[in-house]
């Protein structure tokens, strides 16, 4: 298994639909978990970390099931700005130690 | 104010050259990375500096050298560019060692190798 695997879309939807990314994960021991977004030729940006319980900012919802070794993000109405490139992000050391590693990402496109 | 800060943000050059990459964060952070972006767009970690120390230092050629006079700096000069050194370098940087924290990029640094 990959290290941090993603489909990488792209995913085509209308304006307020939902949608939902699917992230896969390799190290069980791994505690720290993110999804940033990247938008076309900029820098990723956090979008937010997730937490073990699961949290929502607004319109995105994270997901994170240990069993499975996935994550999730939710993004319910969705708008034109969220056109971008979705990257899962897990550290790959026990606890909060190691590096942090980045999926290719999963892209989004919202079309009106 | 930015909070990480690179420069140049466009850099193109001819193989064989050395060229340098300066990277400055006002954040604070004690940890500083560069991260190299291919055309695949697959974001790959080369370095990490915890308060001036490297910590990591992934598989990347000697020719790729950082440099961090000060926890708010970490350059990156290479040597002899070659055609694969074409990517887009990103900076970032968090407020302390280890995966538990996030970062912050700064907006990259595109390199492209006649």
């Known amino acids: 298994r990959k290290e941090v695997e993603q489909d990488p879309g792209p995913f085509n939807v209308p304006e307020g639909a939902t949608v939902a990314f699917n992230c896969t994960y390799s190290?069980?021991?791994?505690?720290?978990f993110f999804w940033y977004r990247q938008d076309c030729r900029k820098e990723p940006k956090l979008l937010m970390s997730?937490?073990?319980s699961g949290n929502e900012d607004g319109r995105f919802t994270a997901q994170l099931n240990r069993a499975s070794q996935y994550i999730s993000l939710l993004i319910r109405d969705s708008k034109l700005s969220d056109s971008a490139t979705y990257l899962c992000?897990?550290?790959?050391?026990?606890?909060?130690?190691?590096?942090?590693?980045f999926g290719k990402g999963t892209k989004l496109s919202v079309k009106p | 104010d930015t909070a990480v800060s690179q420069t140049p943000k466009y850099l193109v050059t001819q193989m064989g050259n050395d060229k340098s990459i300066k990277c400055e964060q006002n954040?604070?952070?004690?940890?500083m990375y560069w991260y190299k972006q291919d055309s695949k767009k697959f974001l790959k970690i080369m370095f990490s500096?915890?308060?001036?120390?490297?910590?990591i230092n992934e598989t990347v050629p000697n020719r790729f050298s950082p440099k961090s006079p000060d926890k708010a700096h970490l350059n990156l000069h290479i040597n002899s560019l070659e055609l694969g050194d074409s990517a887009v370098y990103f900076c970032?940087?968090?407020?302390?060692?280890?995966?538990?924290?996030?970062?912050?990029f700064g907006d990259g640094t595109r390199l492209s190798i006649l």
């Open positions: 954040l604070g952070h004690d940890t």
């Open positions: 992000v897990v550290n790959m050391g026990g606890g909060s130690q190691g590096n942090l590693i």
């Open positions: 500096y915890n308060n001036k120390e490297l910590i």
């Open positions: 970032a940087s968090s407020q302390v060692a280890g995966g538990g924290q996030p970062q912050h």
């Open positions: 997730v937490y073990s």
């Open positions: 190290n069980s021991a791994s505690q720290s």
